[in-house]
C-alpha cells in the first residue's frame, strides 16, 4: 500500500483527513485524476502543492496505520485450534445492500488437518455479524461466539489428514468496523461498495482463518449487487450478469492468496482493458476499473501499467498471477492498496500504481510473514519505484528517487512493537530506509548477485511468506558470503553512519600515494560498509572500493599522477553523513547568512522576514541558499547567494559567523547535515542556529556539543529571555514542531538564553549558547553554538532582530558592520564615536567609530591615569563607519586588571573618548 509524499512532516490524523478530503472534493470537481496531485493547505500551514510525485511514502504508509489503528481491536494470533488446519479454498457468496448497508453472506471453507483430531473449528469473525446457519459436512451443525471468535462444532472427529468442510451463512452491518464500506459518491451519488482489509479486516466481512501465513490455495468471490453496478475482484471473471433487477460477478482466483488481499469494489464502472504480453503469442488482460469521470485523467498514467509489469518482471521474474489478470479498482482512500491482481487505487499518480504494481511481486506473492518484518512489503514496494525510475530514465533518475528516501533519525527496521500502528507502517523507517538498505545491498553484492538473489527470494518463497532472516539467508546462499552484519547493522540496528573524512598525498614510486582518513564519530554503532572512492588526478581519475568499519582508519590508495581531490562515495550508494572537515579556516570573512526555507513553498512568510532583516539585525553578511534561485528572484535586501545546497568547508571556514536559518522542509535539512557544521564549531567558527525541529538539526553529536538535553514539547507559546542583553520575541504565527530541552545543562559552560514558561511545566529552555572554555582549534573565543528554537519567520521580525543583533554583538563578540542600504551611508559631518558593546566586559568589547572625512586615524586603550595600555589601530582609513574590538589585553598580550578604561579615537583635529569597563 502506499501513498504520494505530501508535506513530509504532517502528522498521520491531520493526513488522514486531509487526504479523504481531498478524495471528496476531486470526486465533486472530478478531478480524482489531477496531476500533480494537491493537498489543501493544513492547520500545520505547510504548502498544499505535493513537491514530486515520486516522494509517496509517508502519504502510503499513513493509511496502512490508519488501517492498524482499526484493527489493533481485532488482532489476534492465530489460535492454537487453528494452526491445526491447513486452510485450502474460500468460496464468498456475498450480496452486499447499498439500501440498508447490510451484507448477507455464506462462505465456505475448506482445510485440511495437520494436527487432529479436531472436533471444532475456530474461525475469526467480527461480533457484529449475526450467524444465521452453520454446516459441517454438508450437514448442519451448532457453533459458539466468544469474542471475534466463532467456534463451529464439527460433525465428527476429524483425524490429521482429514478435508474440513464448513459453510457459515451470516448477515449484519460490516461497514462499523471500517474494512468494508458502502459509500455514495458526488457528483452523481452513485454507490460505492468497497472492501480495504490489511491486516486483519477480513474477519469483519467474511468468516476466515485471518492469519497471512497461511494463505488459501484458491478462493472464489461471488457478489450480487443492484443492476448497474460492475464489480472487481481478484483473479479471473468467470460469470457477469446483469437482470435490470441484480448484478451477479463470480471472480476466481487461483493462486494462493493471503485473506488480507482477498477484495470486492462495486461501482457503476467504466471498464477498460489493456494487455501485458509476456511472449510473442501470449498476453495477459490488464483491466481497469475507473470511475467514469476519471477515465480520461488515469488514461496515460494506466498505459503505462503493461510497461511496468514489463520492468518488474524482467527484473525479478514472471508477474506472479499470469494465468489470471492485473487490474486497477478505483476508491476513495487517497492511497492504493495491493490486492491480489486487482490493486485498489484513489490516485492516478505514476510512483503510486508503480509501488501497488510492485506489491505483486512483494507483499502478494511473497508476503511478510508477520508484521516485524513488514519492511519486506513495503520497503521493497518503495524501492521499485526507483526502479521504475531507472526503467524510464536511467541511472540517474533511479539515484533522484533515492534520494526523497534518506532518513537520518532513530528507529530499526525491524518493528519490535506491534501495539504501535504508527510504528508498523512509519514512513521513515518501512517505507524509505529500507529503500536504502537494498540500494546499499545492490552495491555491497553488485548488480548481477543483487537481481539474482531477487529472482530466487521470488522462486523460494514466492506464494509464501517471509522474514528478514529468509530474504538474508537468500542473498548469502545467491552470494556465497555472510551477510550477517550487514542486515544486523541495518535492520537490527539504528541511524547510519557519519563519516569524516580528510586526505593527504606524497609522492612514491611510479605515482603518488594518497592517505585517506575515514572517521566514524557517531557515537551509536560503528558501521562495516564498503565505500566507492574516487581519485582524480591530473591523468584522469582512479576508483577504489574500501571497507571502512572502524572509528578511525587509514586507507593508502596509489595513484599514477599527482591528485587534486578525494571523493567518497561520490554516487550515493551509502545512506550516511559524510563531513569534509573545515582544514585551517581563515575565518577572515564576518557574517555568512544561509537560508533554510523554501521560498516556493513559504512565499512572503520568508521574503518579508529578510526584508526586515529580522536574521541578521544591523549586520552585513553574506549569503547562502540552500535552495535554488526563487521564481520571482530573491528579495532585494538579499546579496546574490554565493552558493546553493550544503555550504563547502572551504567556504563555510572563510566566515567568523555563520547564521543559519532552517526549517526542515523540502530538503534543507540534508543542507545542514551536509555542511561541516561540527568541524567548523571545533575549528573556531561561531554558529547561529535557528529553526524548528531542533530534535532534528541537533543530531546526537551536536546536542552533546551543545551540552542540551531533548524534553518532550512541541508548540511555544512565548520566547522568554533569561539574560541581559535579551529580550523577549514575540510570535506572529504557530511555533509548531519545535523542540524543547531541559533547561538544565549537561555542559557547565553552557548557559541558557530562552525559554518558554506557557504551557510548559516545568519551564523549558528553546534558547542556548555553548561557549566553549577552551575556544576553537584556530581561535580561542571561537567555537561558540547559539541555537535559538522556533520557525525563524514566525517570530516577531523586529524582535528577533534586536535579539539576533544581541547575541552577536554579546556573545559572539562579533561587532556589525555597517549595512549598506541605498548606497554607502553619507558620512557624519563630525567624528562619531558609539558605546562600546558589550559594556562592562569579560573577553572583548567592540565600538563603532565614523570618519567625517578620510585621514590617519589612531585609536587607543588608555587606563585611568591616561597611559596607554594598548594601540587598537593606527593608520589611513576611509570617510564612513569603521569598527574596532579590544580584546582587554595590553601590548604584551596579557589580559589587563579589572577596572575601568578609556578608548580614545583621534583624526585629525579630532577627538572622542568613551569609558569601558572589565569585569567578570
Ligand atoms: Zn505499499
Redesign the pocket.
Known amino acids: 500500500?502506499?501513498r504520494p509524499r505530501p508535506a513530509s512532516r504532517i502528522p498521520l490524523p491531520l493526513l488522514h483527513l486531509v487526504t479523504i478530503l481531498v478524495a471528496l472534493l476531486a470526486l465533486v470537481t472530478g478531478e480524482l485524476h489531477a496531476a500533480p496531485y494537491l493537498f489543501p493547505a493544513t492547520p500545520d500551514g505547510e504548502p498544499g502543492q505535493v513537491r514530486d510525485e515520486r516522494a509517496v511514502a509517508p502519504f502510503?504508509?499513513a493509511w496502512?496505520a490508519a488501517g492498524l489503528q482499526r484493527a489493533r481491536m481485532l488482532a489476534a494470533p492465530a489460535t492454537a485450534n487453528q494452526q491445526a488446519y491447513d486452510v485450502h479454498y474460500y468460496d464468498l457468496d456475498l450480496t452486499p445492500n447499498p439500501a440498508t448497508a447490510v451484507l448477507t453472506g455464506t462462505v465456505r471453507m475448506k482445510a485440511s488437518v495437520v494436527s487432529g483430531p479436531l472436533t471444532t473449528v475456530e474461525l475469526d469473525f467480527y461480533a457484529n455479524l449475526t450467524v444465521d446457519a452453520v454446516t459441517s459436512g454438508g450437514v448442519a451443525a451448532t457453533s459458539s461466539r466468544s469474542g471475534n471468535v466463532l467456534t463451529v462444532n464439527l460433525d465428527k472427529d476429524y483425524a490429521t489428514g482429514e478435508l474440513l468442510d464448513v459453510v457459515v451463512a451470516y448477515h449484519g452491518s460490516p461497514g462499523v468496523s471500517g474494512y468494508f464500506g458502502f459509500n455514495t459518491t458526488p457528483p452523481n451519488n452513485r454507490t460505492l461498495i468497497w472492501s480495504l482489509s490489511e491486516p486483519f479486516g477480513a474477519r469483519s466481512w467474511w468468516p476466515c482463518k485471518d492469519a497471512p501465513e497461511d494463505k488459501a490455495d484458491s478462493v472464489d468471490i461471488r457478489v450480487t449487487v443492484p443492476t448497474g453496478m460492475i464489480t472487481a475482484s481478484n483473479g479471473t471473471r468467470v460469470e457477469a450478469t446483469d437482470n435490470g433487477t441484480v448484478a451477479v460477478t463470480r471472480w476466481r482466483e487461483r493462486y494462493p492468496i493471503a485473506t488480507y488481499l482477498v477484495s470486492l469494489a462495486s461501482y457503476p464502472y467504466t471498464v477498460t482493458t489493456d494487455h501485458y504480453r509476456y511472449s510473442p503469442t501470449d498476453s495477459m488482460p490488464i483491466q481497469f476499473f475507473n470511475f467514469p469521470e476519471s477515465v480520461a485523467g488515469a488514461a496515460a498514467v494506466q498505459a503505462k501499467v503493461k510497461d511496468m509489469i514489463a520492468a518488474y518482471a524482467d527484473v525479478f521474474g514472471e508477474y506472479p498471477f499470469i494465468a489470471e489478470k492485473y487490474g486497477h479498482a478505483q476508491f476513495l482512500f487517497g492511497?492504493?492498496?495491493?490486492h491480489q491482481t486487482c490493486t485498489g487505487l484513489g490516485v492516478f499518480i505514476e510512483y503510486v500504481v508503480a509501488?501497488?504494481l510492485?506489491?505483486q511481486w512483494w507483499?502478494d506473492l511473497v508476503t511478510c510473514r508477520d508484521f516485524h518484518h513488514i519492511w519486506v512489503?513495503?520497503g521493497f514496494?518503495?524501492y521499485c519505484e526507483a526502479l521504475w525510475a531507472e526503467a524510464v530514465s536511467g541511472a540517474a533518475a533511479y539515484h533522484e528517487d533515492l534520494g526523497f528516501n534518506k532518513y537520518f533519525g532513530p528507529g530499526t527496521i525491524y518493528v519490535p512493537d506491534l501495539s504501535d500502528e504508527n510504528r508498523i507502517f512509519d514512513s521513515n523507517l518501512s517505507?524509505d530506509k529500507v529503500s536504502w538498505v537494498l540500494h546499499m545491498l545492490r552495491r555491497v553484492l553488485g548488480d548481477p548477485v543483487f537481481f539474482a538473489a531477487l529472482r530466487q527470494f521470488y522462486v523460494q518463497y514466492g506464494y509464501s511468506t517471509a522474514t528478514t532472516e529468509d530474504f538474508r539467508d537468500v542473498c548469502e546462499a545467491v552470494s556465497g558470503r555472510n551477510l550477517h552484519a550487514f542486515f544486523q547493522q541495518w535492520i537490527y540496528g539504528e541511524y547510519y553512519p557519519h563519516y569524516v573524512s580528510s586526505w593527504t598525498s606524497a609522492a612514491a614510486a611510479d605515482g603518488y600515494d594518497v592517505t585517506l582518513r575515514l572517521d566514524q564519530v557517531q557515537s551509536w554503532q560503528l558501521f562495516n560498509m564498503p565505500l566507492d572512492v574516487t581519485v582524480t588526478t591530473a591523468a584522469g581519475e582512479q576508483a577504489f572500493v574500501i571497507a571502512d568499519s572502524l572509528a578511525m582508519q587509514t586507507f593508502t590508495l596509489h595513484v599514477d599522477a599527482a591528485p587534486t581531490a578525494v571523493a567518497v562515495d561520490r554516487d550515493d550508494w551509502v545512506l550516511k553523513i559524510l563531513e569534509s572537515p573545515v582544514v585551517d579556516p581563515p575565518l577572515d570573512r564576518h557574517v555568512l547568512l544561509v537560508n533554510g526555507v523554501d521560498w516556493a513553498s513559504y512565499g512572503t512568510e520568508i521574503t518579508s522576514a529578510y526584508t526586515d532583516h529580522a536574521f541578521s539585525g544591523g549586520y552585513a553578511f553574506d549569503f547562502w541558499d540552500n535552495f535554488a534561485t526563487p521564481p520571482g528572484g530573491y528579495p532585494a535586501v538579499l546579496p546574490a547567494p554565493l552558493g546553493h545546497g550544503a555550504v563547502p568547508p572551504e567556504v563555510m571556514g572563510r566566515y567568523r559567523v555563520v547564521i543559519w536559518v532552517g526549517n526542515d522542509y523540502n530538503g534543507d535539512l540534508a543542507s545542514w547535515q551536509s555542511s561541516p557544521v561540527l568541524s567548523y564549531l571545533r575549528a573556531g567558527g561561531n554558529v547561529l542556529l535557528m529553526s524548528r525541529y531542533g530534535d532534528r538539526f541537533l543530531g546526537d553529536l551536536l546536542r552533546d556539543y551543545l551540552g542540551v538535553n531533548l524534553a518532550a514539547g512541541t508548540t511555544l507559546y512565548d520566547c522568554v529571555a533569561t539574560r541581559p542583553g535579551l529580550g523577549a520575541i514575540a510570535r506572529l504565527g504557530t511555533q509548531d514542531y519545535c523542540a524543547v530541552f531541559d533547561t538544565v545543562r549537561t555542559r557547565t559552560d553552557t548557559q541558557l538564553l530562552y525559554k518558554v514558561v506557557s504551557n510548559y511545566a516545568p519551564n523549558r529552555g528553546i534558547g542556548f549558547i555553548r561557549q566553549p572554555v577552551e575556544g576553537g582549534a584556530h581561535r580561542p573565543d571561537g567555537g561558540r553554538f547559539i541555537f535559538l528554537s522556533g520557525r525563524p519567520y514566525r517570530w516577531n521580525h523586529a524582535d528577533l532582530a534586536a535579539n539576533v543583533e544581541s547575541m552577536l554583538l554579546n556573545y559572539f563578540g562579533e561587532y556589525a558592520a555597517p549595512v549598506a542600504v541605498d548606497g554607502p551611508p553619507a558620512p557624519p559631518a563630525r567624528l562619531e564615536l558609539a558605546l562600546a558593546r558589550p559594556n562592562p566586559f569579560d573577553a572583548s568589547t567592540a565600538l563603532r567609530f565614523s570618519l567625517p572625512r578620510a585621514g590617519a586615524v589612531r585609536v587607543e586603550v588608555l587606563d585611568p591615569q591616561g597611559r596607554r595600555v594598548r594601540r587598537l589601530l593606527s593608520g589611513p582609513l576611509d570617510a564612513g563607519p569603521h569598527d574596532v574590538t579590544w580584546n582587554g589585553r595590553d601590548e604584551q598580550g596579557n589580559r589587563v586588571a579589572m577596572g575601568i578604561y578609556w578608548v580614545r579615537i583621534e583624526t585629525g583635529a579630532e577627538a572622542a573618548t568613551r569609558k569601558v569597563v572589565r569585569m567578570r
Open positions: 500500500m502506499l502510503l504508509a496502512k492511497g492504493g492498496m495491493e509501488h501497488e510492485a506489491h507483499g512489503n513495503e514496494a518503495t517505507y
